[in-house]
Nanobody, 124 residues
Framework: QVQLVESGGGLVQAGDSLRLSCAAS????????MAWFRQAPGKERRLLAT????????YYADSATGRFTISRDNAKNTVYLRMNSLKPEDTADYYC?????????????????WGQGTRVTVSS
């Protein structure tokens, strides 16, 4: 089992940038794909981006394309989400998740381990 701890959320203004981090422990981090999801109040949790175990492949949902960048540092057991040009509609709880495999998956059912989430609030 892997333990995931997110950090980096907070209150920002529209147009600002943030970098979220997710530190992993408990199993071989570099063997598994990772992802970032977000859940806005009253809405279901949705995939933002996922990255393969090596970091060589990434996938972005439409909502993340162009403004968000997922990356990972396997030496530090950490995955990141860089978010630029933040908008009020980006306000949500952001979660990192670990996949069951090393390859890209976009279906939430393939992500078995989750962090506790970090809240991002974007004011207009």
């Amino acid at each position: 089992q892997v333990q995931l701890v997110e950090s980096g959320g907070g209150l920002v203004q529209a147009g600002d940038s943030l970098r979220l981090s997710c530190a992993a422990s408990g199993r071989t981090f570099s063997s598994y794909a990772m992802a970032w999801f977000r859940q806005a109040p009253g809405k279901e949790r949705r995939l933002l981006a996922t990255i393969s175990r090596s970091g060589g492949s990434t996938y972005y949902a439409d909502s993340a394309t162009g403004r968000f960048t997922i990356s990972r540092d396997n030496a530090k057991n950490t995955v990141y989400l860089r978010m630029n040009s933040l908008k009020p509609e980006d306000t949500a709880d952001y979660y990192c998740a670990s996949s069951n495999s090393g390859y890209l998956n976009t279906d939430i059912k393939y992500f078995s381990s989750w962090g506790q989430g970090t809240r991002v609030t974007v004011s207009s």
